[in-house]
């Protein structure tokens, strides 16, 4: 199985900042990479889909780059609703794999 | 817009079988370009892909559940299905059904909590 390693782990930020978060597959998934928000008791979100590609209805704040195993989400300057804890999931073969979360609190 | 909601019981007895069933609304489950699936999340512990269901029946499974777990589809009620052999505490998750496009998930449901407990 492909191993997905976000980092940090947790993150405080506060409003208004700009927030990177990291992703890296222990093989490559060229760009099959996609990134999820997920609030306590809702519904995961997509953001981000094949590595850099914005999910419709996605504020632009939110970005994604990277190829091969190292990526990256960016928030260009933190809202109040964006805290959250926010994975990386590779598509590039299954099993499907997800990163272990990184949780982004408020400062 | 595409809705999807798990459903099943919260309590499930140790060796016995989790059954949970997803239903979908505001669109059909029967669609040449989507896939269905359900992935669970252990508390306190990341999300674990559990496998995909296409309409007519064909399906990818996690291979370190593939022994235990069956997806099934029923397209006239619009539902897909999820069944968990053998459960121990482990098993133990918020488990969620979620549309696969290409390789990504969208949208999910909002999760249901199942317990493993006698």
């Known amino acids: 199985d492909i191993q997905m390693t976000q980092s940090p782990s947790s993150l405080s930020a506060s409003v208004g900042d700009r927030v990177t978060i990291t992703c890296r597959a222990s093989?490559?998934?060229?760009?099959?990479l996609n990134w999820y928000q997920h609030k306590p008791g809702k519904a995961p979100k997509l953001l981000i889909y094949?590595?850099?590609s914005l999910q419709s209805g996605v504020p632009s704040r939110f970005s994604g780059s990277g190829s091969g195993t190292d990526f990256t989400l960016t928030i260009s300057s933190l809202q109040p609703e964006d805290f959250a804890t926010y994975y990386c999931?590779?598509?590039?073969?299954?099993?499907?794999?997800f990163g272990q979360g990184t949780k982004l609190e408020i400062k | 817009q595409l809705h999807l909601q798990e459903s099943g019981p919260g309590l499930v007895k140790p060796s016995e079988t989790l059954s949970l069933t997803c239903s979908v609304s505001?669109?059909?489950?029967?669609?040449?370009?989507?896939?269905w699936g359900w992935i669970r999340q252990p508390p306190g512990n990341g999300l674990e892909w559990i496998g995909n269901?296409?309409?007519?029946?064909?399906?990818y499974y996690n291979p370190s559940l593939k022994s235990r777990v069956t997806i099934s589809i029923d397209t006239s009620k619009n539902q897909f299905s999820l069944k968990l052999s053998s459960v121990t505490a482990a098993d133990a998750a918020v488990y969620y059904c979620?549309?696969?496009?290409?390789?990504?998930?969208?949208?999910w449901g909002q999760g249901t909590l199942v317990l493993v407990s006698s």
């Open positions: 979620a549309r696969r496009y290409v390789g990504q998930f969208d949208p």
């Open positions: 505001g669109g059909s489950i029967s669609s040449n370009t989507y896939y």
């Open positions: 269901i296409f309409y007519r029946g064909s399906t």
């Open positions: 093989q490559t998934v060229y760009t099959y």
């Open positions: 094949t590595a850099s």
């Open positions: 999931q590779q598509s590039y073969t299954t099993p499907y794999t």
